[in-house]
């Protein structure tokens, strides 16, 4: 019940002194927020161990033999 009244009060308060309503946000913009957050943290513990992070490309799936792959080619 408390954190209820938390959760509204903020939302107030956001509304009444920014004049922003509250808006949900979609699962997909809350999880690449959670991977941009986690990502700093990894680069930031990585620099504190002495270590030098880069980014890599994932790599490319292969099909597996015998399985129709659609051309993209018209």
């Known amino acids: 019940m408390t954190a209820t009244a ?3 009060a903020r939302n107030i308060y956001n509304l009444m ?3 922003v ?3 949900r946000r979609e699962e997909a913009a809350y999880a690449e927020q ?4 986690q990502e700093k943290q990894l680069l ?3 620099k504190e161990l002495g270590f030098e992070v880069t980014r890599v ?3 490319e799936v292969e099909p597996s033999p015998g399985v129709d ?3 993209t080619s018209a």
């Open 6 to 8: 938390h959760k509204l």
């Open 17 to 19: 002194r920014y004049g």
């Open 21 to 23: 309503a509250y808006m």
């Open 34 to 37: 959670v991977r941009e957050r």
């Open 44 to 46: 930031r513990r990585a």
């Open 57 to 59: 490309a994932p790599p």
């Open 69 to 71: 792959v659609p051309s």
